[in-house]
């Protein structure tokens, strides 16, 4: 029996070796991981070849899957140039699945999805909030397409491009700051730092800060949303630092205060993160409008907070 190659297989095939396994692999591509599987043995049969070791925990690439990695995702690119050439006007079409931190959830990332749908009608978008740790996991597993983290990865399998930076400024409850106090003699006082967890890339920042500035370690109070650390910051449990723009109406409107003093916070960059060897032209497009979108300065209203 003549057994065809497709393009359906190819796809099963990338997304089966690129993503950490095929119960991910078959997310990607809208299947069952039963139908996933069906797809990847149609294949080795069309090719003659085994293209997965199965006998460990993880299938794992064969040399002939690993020869067939590049040829496949050829293959996949020239597919996705010509459905686009004849669709030009309606742009990209498929699925994105991206991540993005709370900080860009509350400010540009509205605008962004904004435009993307009228650029790309075809397109849906499925973006993901969390810590810039998890994000980077979910794109190193094939989870996200990509994320948009703050800094580097530590990880080989990732790459970055700095699209944006974001700015930070100390507050504190008015009660505490006093004519002539500093930040730091708040924090000296005992004052717990309330902060987003470890995970989040703000943490470096914060570290190296604190190491500059010759403060030992305080006690801290984590929380994984900005809403709550200003809230907390606002009823005087402690101080921390807010988005320079959240920072400035708070305080104009008198329900927080900004330390004196010239101990000034580093810019964040910010950095649209991919995976090494992904080259679809999707990737392109979306790091192209986000960097046209990123603005970490937009206006954000915190219910209750920011009225």
């Known amino acids: 029996m003549l057994c065809v190659m497709t393009l359906k297989q190819l796809e099963a095939f990338y997304w089966a070796a690129t993503c950490a396994n095929f119960a991910i692999a078959a997310q990607r591509v809208h299947v069952s991981i039963s139908s996933l599987s069906k797809r990847i043995t149609e294949l080795e049969q069309s090719l003659d070849v085994v293209l997965f070791d199965r006998s460990g925990y993880r299938a794992e690439l064969t040399d002939a899957g690993q020869q067939l990695m590049p040829r496949a995702l ?29 900080l860009s959830a509350l400010t ?23 810590v810039g740790a998890v994000l980077e996991e979910r794109v190193d597993n094939g989870e996200l397409d990509f994320a948009i983290i703050a800094g ?14 974001a700015r930070f400024a100390w507050v504190a409850a008015r009660s505490l700051c006093r004519s002539g106090v500093l930040i730091t003699d708040l924090m000296r006082q005992g004052l717990p730092l309330i902060a987003l967890p470890a995970s989040a890339g703000t943490t470096r920042l914060l570290d190296d800060w604190l ?14 949303n900005w809403g709550a650390i200003a809230g907390m910051i606002v009823a005087g449990v402690g101080v ?30 910010y950095a649209f993160h991919w995976r090494r060897g992904d080259s679809r032209p999707l990737l392109d497009k979306m790091r192209t409008l986000v960097a046209g979108s990123a603005d970490f300065s937009a206006e954000v209203r915190l219910p209750g907070l920011l009225a």
């Open 74 to 102: 050829g293959l996949l690119d020239s597919a996705a140039a010509i459905r686009n050439s004849f669709n030009a006007d309606l742009g990209l079409v498929g699925r994105c699945r991206f991540g993005v931190g709370e």
């Open 108 to 130: 540009w990332l509205p605008n962004f999805i904004a435009q993307a749908r009228v650029q790309h009608p075809g397109l849906v978008l499925e973006p993901y909030v969390d």
């Open 152 to 165: 580097r990865s530590s990880r080989q399998a990732l790459l970055a491009d700095p699209i944006a930076q």
């Open 240 to 269: 921390g630092m807010l988005p320079q723009g959240w920072a400035a109406t708070l305080t104009r409107q008198k329900a927080l205060a900004m330390p004196e003093g010239k101990l000034q916070l580093a810019p964040l960059t």
């Open 211 to 224: 190491l500059s500035n010759h403060i030992a370690a305080t006690e801290r109070i984590s929380c994984n």
